[in-house]
């Protein structure tokens, strides 16, 4: 699915008892471009994630993706815009350890429209094999190293075809040569068919290759560069 | 919670049950000539679904699904019949399941479909010529 | 339509008001699944919380089996005691307990009772309705062998047909139940009286030869050993219910006065109608005529009120224990709540969330309750296998359908409670599940 602009004005997250964790006076980000966000931990980097996929919901101002208002949907449109659109890879992977790579990747099928489910499972496989990892059913993904574990959460994000994909520290719970093969296969198949991408990530490689670098600091956008 | 219940509550979701009212109910004598031979109405009504007000006697056999319908109360009756004719206007019951005993002077109403003739039960070898079958029954 | 239902096998109502009790768990497992692929999910959170599931599982079980357990063992009880009186229509003996003469007379559970005179065997003997008469006299023993006199028409009314050898026809002989450690040909001499009280040496000199054995019927006549009445009578030193030109020829007719006297006499009427009439005939101030079947009809619902009672606690403990499941799940649901805010934060629909929740909660159920239900047969198995032995009652475990209901009703109803541990999930911040 081709990418989709985000538009953000005037936005406030705050957490409980009232305090911002981000403000966003005004943000841009063009379709099919790379953004990676860095700051010092604790500086809203992943609030901003959360607040851009619609998981938290916002105290005040505008959040839109392309033409869709993301921050006046109610929780199910959220869900279903994540569900549609978006494509999340967290820090620790998160996989079902129990169900194979397949089924991780392919998990979306689960909860899917019927019609859809068939298109997520070969998308699904297909990232998998573009990443390394042969479909294997028997083998349940607890038993895979941190590395592919990693790139199994990719194909996951991507089985549904999302216009969007965000990652929050995806290479961070890697070593060296692992974080370096991800960040490469996130930024090249994340970046397939012109999808959007942040990254909330330190990693360095992941900055070399971003079209763009935001900046958090204090829970406030700081000025960006290309 | 009791299998009576849960039969009552078939029998709701299949139908409207019909109450049934014990004046509807027809009595023993209806059914017998002074000749011990079969009324008209008797014969009209076999193979029916009819209904017959009496008494459960005391059963001749546990945890069956058999028992003898009388006109009055099993304990009282003996004495006031001559022992050789007594009481051959009864009524054999088979009901559709295992049931309960009631008191011999507890007045119920038998539901079943009337079945006329000589017929000796294979089982217990107990003969009945006028049987109300796949009965159930109710204290009135 | 009401007439229809009733028309209906009774399997036919039992099987529908069966899957009626189910219902409810059907359409809600359908509305809540619909458009959804739990199973993977479902079999992945299980594996993850394998022994806590198995915990719940065997409590639900081990209550569901105690309800069933109880049902089944009081229908193997009451079928049992019910075959075991099939053959004893109407009992004649001297007034005094009916409930006594019954165990002595049908189960064989020996007491000291009064004795029935020859002047009023033969009139019940003579009686034009009576079809078949015999007595019943029982007192000695052989080991743990009841060793009862009766006559050879009883014999036949009791076994109907022999399955080895042939009738006792002379004072000497004798026919063993199936379970009695005697073989056709075999010798024994019977001791008076029963149990730790027989006069072992009493009958020094009488001797029995066994010529003939008995099928097994299930009951405690299994166990006991068959010989003329006129044997037991002679063996005691008494008249043997003939006059002096007898023919040695056992069984009916008897001379009222040279009839000792028997403690209880079987009797059989032509018709049902006589049935009744032969009672009321011979419940007088000389005797007492009672139906076993009645006075067992009686203990039966006496024994179904105690069981009643017990089922009631039986459910307050599958209530207690499924409150408590659920209360564990609502937990367990806190175990799996990361993995549960990974899906909601990936997208999956709240509905998604809840129906995988609520599937986890009733599958633990529904294995729960087909375990319960296997093991209240089982152990209703191992009691009736006891109480065989015991009593040589053939009791019987059966999985019926009053079990099956009850079983069908708790998986919908608590399928409905679970419904709540479900709902919780869907309260839970996605954030703070996903930190873990």
């Keep these: 699915m081709a990418g989709l602009p985000l538009r953000i004005e005037g936005l406030t997250v705050s957490g409980e008892g009232g305090r911002t964790l981000l403000e966003v006076p005004e ?26 996929s619609g998981i938290l919901p916002v105290t005040a101002g505008r959040i839109l993706w392309g033409d869709q208002v993301l921050s006046e949907m109610n929780d199910p449109a959220r869900a279903a815009f994540r569900r549609n659109q978006v494509g999340f890879v967290f820090q620790d992977h998160l996989l079902f350890e129990e ?10 099928a689960l909860y899917a429209p019927k019609n859809r489910r068939a298109g997520i499972r070969s998308t699904g496989t297909e990232q998998l094999e573009k990443l390394g990892l042969s479909a294997d059913e028997h083998r349940i993904s607890g038993t895979y190293s941190g590395g592919e574990r990693q790139r199994i959460a990719v194909a996951r994000a991507l089985a549904a075809d999302p216009a969007i994909v965000l990652a929050d520290e995806p290479t961070a719970s890697l070593d060296r040569e692992n974080a370096d093969r991800l960040a490469d296969d996130l ?20 900055h070399a290759q971003a079209d763009r670098v935001i900046d958090i600091v204090d829970g406030r956008i700081q000025d960006s560069a290309a | ?29 209806d059914f017998y000539e002074k000749d011990q031979s079969f009324t008209p109405l008797a014969k009209e009504l076999q193979d029916e679904r009819i209904s017959v007000n009496g008494y459960m006697a005391p059963p001749l056999k546990a945890d069956s699904t058999f028992f003898v319908l009388t006109k009055r109360p099993m304990a009282v009756c ?45 089982e217990t070898g107990f003969v009945s010529r006028v049987r109300l079958e796949k009965s159930t029954f109710e204290l009135v | 339509m009401m007439a229809f239902w009733y028309d209906l096998p009774v399997a036919v109502q039992d099987g529908l008001v069966g899957l009626m009790l189910l219902t409810p768990a059907i359409v809600l497992g359908a509305v809540v699944l619909r458009g959804f692929e739990t199973r993977p999910l479902l079999f992945a959170l299980v594996r993850q919380q394998v022994w806590l599931s198995i915990v719940f599982v065997a409590l639900i079980a081990v209550s569901v089996g105690i309800g069933v357990g109880l049902i089944a063992q009081e229908r193997g009880l009451r079928q049992g005691t019910a075959r075991a009186a099939d053959k004893f229509d109407l009992i004649v003996a001297a007034p005094g307990s009916e409930i006594t003469a019954m165990l002595a007379a049908v189960y064989l559970q020996a007491s000291d009772m009064p004795l029935i005179d020859g002047e009023t065997y033969h009139d019940i003997e003579s009686h034009p309705r009576a079809e078949l008469v015999a007595p019943i006299a029982f007192g000695d023993s052989w080991k743990d062998a009841p060793v009862v006199g009766t006559t050879p028409q009883f014999v036949v009314h009791l076994a109907e047909s022999l399955t080895e050898g042939r009738m006792f026809a002379s004072e000497e002989e004798a026919i063993a139940g199936a379970r009695v450690p005697l073989s056709v040909g075999d010798e024994f001499s019977p001791a008076h009286g029963v149990g730790g009280a027989a006069e072992e040496d009493a009958h020094r000199g009488a001797n029995y030869t066994i010529t003939g054995k008995m099928p097994l019927t299930g009951t405690p006549w299994d166990r006991a050993i068959l010989v003329p009445v006129e044997a037991v009578w002679g063996v005691h030193g008494l008249a043997v219910g003939h006059g002096p030109e007898w023919d040695g020829v056992v069984g009916p007719p008897f001379e009222p006065r040279y009839f000792p006297g028997t403690p209880a006499v079987l009797v059989r009427a032509d018709s049902l109608g006589s049935t009744y009439g032969l009672q009321a005939t011979f419940n007088n101030d000389e005797t007492m005529a009672f139906f076993p079947g009645t006075i067992l009809a009686r203990l039966h619902a006496l024994m179904g009120d105690v069981r009643q009672l017990m089922s009631v606690l039986a459910v307050i403990t599958q209530v207690l224990v499924t409150a408590s499941v659920l209360a564990g799940l609502m937990m367990l649901t806190k175990l799996l709540s990361r993995r549960l805010a990974l899906l909601r934060a990936l997208g999956a629909p709240g509905r998604f969330v809840f129906a995988l929740t609520w599937s986890y909660a009733v599958f633990l159920i529904v294995i729960g309750a087909a375990s319960g239900l296997t093991l209240g047969v089982l152990a209703s198995w191992a009691i009736s296998q006891a109480i065989t032995a015991r009593t040589d009652i053939l009791v019987q475990a059966t999985l019926d359908w009053p079990e099956i209901h009850i079983v069908a009703g708790f998986i919908s109803l608590t399928s409905i409670l679970a419904l709540l541990p479900a709902l919780l999930t869907m309260k839970r911040s996605v954030i703070a599940g996903l930190r873990g």
């Design chain 2, 1 to 29: 919670m009791h299998r009576r219940q849960f039969i009552a509550l078939g029998a709701a979701f299949m139908a409207t049950p019909t109450l049934l009212r014990a004046e509807d109910a027809f009595r023993m004598r």
């Design chain 1, 27 to 52: 943000l841009s980000i063009e379709p099919g471009t790379a953004v990676v966000v860095r700051g010092p931990s604790g500086a809203g980097k992943s609030t901003f994630l959360y607040a851009v």
């Design chain 1, 187 to 206: 930024m090249q198949l994340a970046r397939d068919n012109g999808r959007t991408l942040i990254a909330v990530t330190h990693d360095p490689a992941m």
């Design chain 1, 99 to 108: 169900l194979s790579a397949f089924g991780n990747a392919s998990i979306a």
């Design chain 2, 78 to 122: 003996p004495f006031c019949e001559t022992e050789a004719e007594w009481p051959d206007d009864i009524m054999a019951v088979y009901t559709q399941r295992v049931f309960r005993v009631v008191p011999f002077n507890r007045r119920i109403t038998v539901t079943g479909v009337l079945s006329l003739g000589g017929y000796k039960d294979p």
